[in-house]
């Protein structure tokens, strides 16, 4: 029996690749690679039919693996495609109406905090996660301080499990573990070679295993 790790855990956000099968080969390698609590799936530039497509191929995958699949942005994709859940693009608004339409039998997170009080309206409305951060905000080997930041003090003084976004190289985990966040968020460091997802993965749950702050039960 595999025991879910008592410390941060890993999400993935999957690459900008349009070639399903690409796509689905890369997650598969690195979903061998270790633990995964959740990916996220962005539409990016994808038209509708060709994002119901991929979400299509790529949940079943994730849950496979014993990760939960979010959908980020449309509902309807997460329902058609049988997703776990879905992270929400928009305000604090947008988040409770996907909380009051989809919770407790679907995941409903969502970000877009630039700061505390943006955060707090989020946090207001029981989300099952808040994420600081963007989800193709890699730009930098490092995690934006910002983020940081806020993922600090939210872990701190509330309950609700927060995502912090971290750089384009694994050299960020430890700093964003070092926050006290429930969960890192990486897609360019995991999956800029998309053979080496795999070997990615297990170094990310190397770093975390070692450095992470242990959470209590």
Known sequence: MTL???R??????????EDVSQLSDGL?????????????IPQRNLDDHAFQTIAETLVPIVQKAGA???IAGDTRVMGRSKADGVHVIGNAEDVYDAVEDFAPQKIVGGGNAKDRHA???IGDTQPDYLF?????????PEAHPKNLALGQW?????EIPCIVAGGSHIDCVDKVAETGCDFIALGKAVFAKIDEA??????????????????ED
């Open 4 to 6: 879910t790790p008592n």
């Open 8 to 17: 941060c855990r890993l999400v993935l956000i999957t690459p900008d690749l």
């Open 28 to 40: 598969e390698n690195a979903l061998r690679g270790g633990d995964v609590a959740s990916v996220i």
């Open 68 to 70: 939960a699949a979010l």
């Open 119 to 121: 955060a707090l309206s």
């Open 132 to 140: 600081f951060g963007k989800i193709d905000g890699d730009i930098k």
């Open 154 to 158: 939210w872990a701190e003084f509330v």
């Open 198 to 215: 795999a070997l990615k993965v297990s170094e990310i749950n190397a770093i975390l295993d070692e450095k992470a702050p242990r959470f």
